[in-house]
T-cell receptor
Framework: NAGVTQTPKFRVLKTGQSMTLLCAQD?????MYWYRQDPGMGLRLIHY???????AKGEVPDGYNVSRLKKQNFLLGLESAAPSQTSVYFC???????????????FGPGTRLLVL | AQTVTQSQPEMSVQEAETVTLSCTYD???????LFWYKQPPSRQMILVIR??????QNATENRFSVNFQKAAKSFSLKISDSQLGDAAMYFC????????FGTGTSLTVIP
């Protein structure tokens, strides 16, 4: 049981380049989330999904897009990377909606992204 | 809006001793959950303990326990018999209509 996995683990981008971060979970969870973690700021929610084919904005959605074409996968895209998007990105999943339904989230190992 | 405040950016504890990490939150909601997550150097986020706001009894998980003061909106984490493996960043989190994390407390365990 792999839980939540993220690909890649580390990436360096130049300003203006695009990339996609992949999150996969094998727990049959309905809900998935993308966070970014910056020094001194904790984790902030970028986007989340309440089920296959649905997505919603979180606290800091600007500059990111997401897709949930399959229940087990949640993709985070950066169309035109900026240095301000240098961060560590975490994916999480839960059986119920964290917050509203108070469910525990299970986190992936994180992706470190550096935008030059 | 809900906020979560961890006022101790860094804490240290001697091995086998007890340490308490502080967390306060602000909310107008009456029903919510509170969480403590641990993030070791591997960066993996691990759930340590969870507390339902409607329960007066403080949650415990082995060496980890909380002191939940609903009226004061305080949710501290006590780690007893600290071990070297407890060294990590600890995040307090609030789950209500939205989910919010605090800024974290870095815990060092001194051998």
């Amino acid at each position: 049981n792999a839980g939540v996995t993220q690909t890649p683990k580390f990436r360096v981008l130049k300003t203006g380049q695009s990339m996609t971060l992949l999150c996969a979970q094998d727990m049959n969870h309905e809900y998935m989330y993308w966070y970014r973690q910056d020094p001194g700021m904790g984790l902030r929610l970028i986007h989340y999904s309440v089920g296959e084919g649905t997505t919603a904005k979180g606290e800091v959605p600007d500059g990111y897009n997401v897709s949930r074409l399959k229940k087990q996968n949640f993709l985070l895209g950066l169309e035109s990377a900026a240095p301000s998007q240098t961060s560590v990105y975490f994916c999480a999943s839960s059986s119920g909606l964290a917050g509203v339904k108070r469910e525990t989230q299970y986190f992936g190992p994180g992706t470190r992204l550096l935008v030059l | 809006a809900q906020t979560v405040t961890q006022s101790q950016p860094e804490m240290s504890v001697q091995e086998a001793e007890t340490v308490t990490l502080s967390c306060t939150y602000d909310t107008s909601e009456s029903d919510y959950y509170l969480f403590w997550y641990k993030q070791p150097p591997s960066r993996q986020m691990i759930l340590v303990i969870r507390q339902e706001a409607y329960k007066q009894q403080n949650a415990t998980e082995n060496r980890f326990s909380v002191n939940f003061q609903k009226a004061a909106k305080s949710f501290s984490l006590k780690i007893s018999d600290s071990q070297l493996g407890d060294a990590a960043m600890y995040f307090c989190a609030y789950g209500g209509n939205q989910f919010y994390f605090g800024t974290g407390t870095s815990l060092t365990v001194i051998p």
